[in-house]
């Protein structure tokens, strides 16, 4: 779970710095980001984004992604989201000597507002849009992009159950391999 959450901000060669375990996490996260930009499903879900969105689509759809997740959690879990919540943040917290300091504050601030669990409300959602939007360099459509994917919705959605299955699948696999 460390290693998966720090696959956004461990850049590089794993070169031992980090336990084993928490490597193979990376490794893992990184290997998701792969699959995920070159599976056909998630790819046409960017291309279903028009103009100017579509630039930041993939973006989007990691979070539409992430919303849809935590509205259909309990078609692909037993375990209650709240309680997978509660074991990442135990595990982060257990190892926050190992988080790097954005990381330890992004990781802070997941805990006190548990928004992994809040991805399912909209409003929640429209608030990632906005805050992914002042945090690009750029001029960027994000703090709107909102419009667009209520517009976008049901298709979403029909593209995220179309592709969460191979995700898990695939998962399932590289661990097992690695």
Known sequence: MVGGFLGDFVKGRLT??????VERGIRLHRAVDAFVDSHPVARHSVQRFVPPYRRFAPILVDVIYDHYLAELWASYHDEAIQRFCD?????????ASLLPTRARTIAERMMASRSMEQYYRDDFVAGSFRSLAGRLKRDNPMAEAFTEFDRLRTELREDFVRFFPDLMAFTE???QEN
């Open 87 to 95: 074991a990442v943040f135990e595990a982060l917290s257990g190892h």
């Open 16 to 21: 031992g710095d980090y336990p084993h375990e």
């Open 173 to 175: 696999n590289w661990q």
